[in-house]
């Protein structure tokens, strides 16, 4: 009896974890970019070298700018619930597609973020390159990328400031 029972709920149980993926499965993630305006583009606006123009869009651009590309599994719920949160969460945070829209100084703690999360291996996020091969940046490609990144920054009290807390990483 007991055995019956038991194998009565755990059939309901999975029949109704497959309902359930069925039913959510209309509540589709809006996959349309906000558009894009070239004027605004930290890309586009700044001209980094081609080299790291293929880091930044292979590497960030998908999360942090309007030109994300959305991949298959982008159809299925609730991974795509997943992905829509960290594409709104990192454009809240930092989007390239809105660059000159931020005042100097914000843009300054950005690009001071972005060079501290990519020495830290903390960008992109793991959750990404373990799909996106092409998104893991190896020693030299983080190197040209923070480069390029700390050239731009504008505020030399901080950036002394952040030089001498990463001295030991520097030659
Ligand atoms: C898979 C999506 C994804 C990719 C790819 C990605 N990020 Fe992020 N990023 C996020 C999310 C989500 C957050 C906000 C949550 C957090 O801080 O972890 C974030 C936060 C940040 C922040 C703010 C951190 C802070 O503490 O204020 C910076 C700066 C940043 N990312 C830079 C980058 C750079 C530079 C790249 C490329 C080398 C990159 N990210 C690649 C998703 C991504």
């Given at each position: 009896?007991?055995?019956?029972?038991k194998?009565?709920?755990l059939?309901?149980?999975?029949?109704?974890?497959?309902?359930?993926?069925?039913?959510?499965?209309?509540?589709?993630?809006?996959?349309?970019?906000?558009p894009?305006?070239?004027?605004?583009?930290?890309?586009?606006?700044?001209?980094?070298?081609?080299?790291?123009?293929?880091?930044?869009?292979?590497?960030?651009?998908?999360?942090?700018?309007?030109?994300?590309v959305?991949?298959?599994?982008?159809?299925?719920?609730?991974?795509?619930?997943?992905?829509k949160?960290?594409?709104?969460?990192?454009?809240?945070?930092?989007?390239?597609s809105?660059?000159t829209?931020?005042?100097?100084?914000?843009?300054?703690?950005?690009?001071?973020k972005?060079?501290?999360e990519i020495?830290?291996g903390g960008?992109?996020?793991?959750s990404?390159?373990?799909i996106?091969?092409?998104?893991?940046?190896?020693?030299?490609?983080?190197?040209t990328?923070?480069?390029?990144?700390?050239?731009?920054?504008?505020?030399e009290a901080?950036k002394n400031?952040?030089?001498?807390?990463h001295?030991?990483?520097?030659?």
């Amino acid at each position: 009896m007991k055995k019956i029972l038991k194998k009565i709920t755990l059939k309901k149980v999975i029949v109704t974890l497959f309902v359930i993926f069925i039913v959510i499965q209309a509540f589709r993630i809006d996959t349309n970019n906000p558009p894009v305006d070239p004027a605004k583009d930290f890309i586009a606006v700044n001209k980094p070298t081609q080299e790291v123009v293929t880091i930044l869009k292979n590497a960030c651009y998908d999360c942090h700018s309007n030109e994300s590309v959305y991949p298959w599994y982008s159809n299925i719920a609730p991974v795509s619930w997943w992905l829509k949160d960290h594409i709104n969460e990192a454009r809240h945070e930092l989007n390239f597609s809105e660059w000159t829209t931020y005042p100097s100084l914000k843009q300054d703690k950005k690009l001071r973020k972005s060079i501290k999360e990519i020495e830290e291996g903390g960008m992109p996020l793991d959750s990404y390159t373990w799909i996106h091969k092409n998104a893991i940046l190896n020693k030299v490609q983080q190197k040209t990328l923070t480069d390029y990144l700390n050239s731009l920054r504008t505020h030399e009290a901080d950036k002394n400031k952040d030089n001498h807390e990463h001295e030991e990483h520097r030659d």
